[in-house]
């Protein structure tokens, strides 16, 4: 793997989003950078008995690949925020905190099979496209999932907050789940049995606003 990045606080919301079109031309008018789109094949890796998952834990390997083909892979490990010094929110946060890890795996294929010859699993994988943007200290990520559009907000809070409520959502808006959360629950809505969070292959995902 390529050199580790330092340790980062993520703070995060999704939005859902009912209008593609609509949330693009809000997002340009805010004044957003459109930083590309990519195709993500994403795995998370697990112990048998789920203990990540059951911890609030998290091993994703990503591939992306970009518009021109281009791919690269990275290795994330998220880790649940410690609030043993500090007094916890009565009605609970307001945003969603992990410590997150992230490093560019040059050998996939070689890492996973390191992964199984110490016990770990594929869990659960997910698949998206997403469209990233940027404004001053906030990055904003448009996710089309096979269980709807999300538009992910990450940094600080007071900018999560602003950026949100110009954009027209409120408080109550605010998704704090993962995308497993936000599958498992549409599979059991829709009475259906948990697989994996994936696109039919006979439906194209090209999109004119995303050349």
């Keep these: 793997m390529a050199p580790k990045k330092p340790t980062n606080r993520e703070i995060e919301i999704k939005l859902r989003v009912d209008s593609l079109p609509e949330t693009i031309h809000r ?5 957003a950078v459109n930083h590309g789109r990519a195709f993500e094949e994403n795995t998370l890796y697990d112990t048998p008995d789920a203990a990540f998952r059951n911890s609030g834990r998290l091993l994703r390997l990503r591939t992306e690949t970009l518009a021109n083909g281009q791919r690269r892979a990275l ?17 609970g946060p307001r945003h969603k905190e992990r410590l997150e890890r992230e490093a560019t795996v040059l050998d996939p ?3 996973t099979r390191l992964f199984r010859a110490i016990g770990l ?4 994988r997910y698949e998206k496209y997403r469209t990233s943007f940027r404004l001053p ?6 996710d089309e999932t ?29 998704i704090r789940v993962t995308y497993w ?11 259906l049995p948990l697989k994996n ?8 995902r090209k999109h004119a606003l995303f050349p």
Aim: hydrophobic content about 35%; charged content about 35%; proline content about 6%.
């Design 27 to 31: 997002l340009r008018q805010i004044g």
């Design 75 to 91: 290795l994330t490990a998220k880790a649940p925020v410690s609030h043993a010094r500090h007094k916890r929110p009565k009605r």
């Design 109 to 111: 294929r070689r890492l």
């Design 121 to 124: 699993r594929p869990s659960f």
């Design 137 to 142: 200290g906030l990055h904003l990520d448009l």
């Design 146 to 174: 096979p269980v709807g559009t999300f538009l992910e907000l990450e940094g600080r809070p007071a900018a999560i907050d602003r950026v949100a409520r110009t954009l027209g959502y409120s408080l109550s808006d605010y």
């Design 181 to 191: 959360d936000l599958y498992a629950a549409d599979r059991r809505r829709r009475r």
């Design 197 to 204: 969070m994936v696109f039919a292959r006979t439906k194209s």
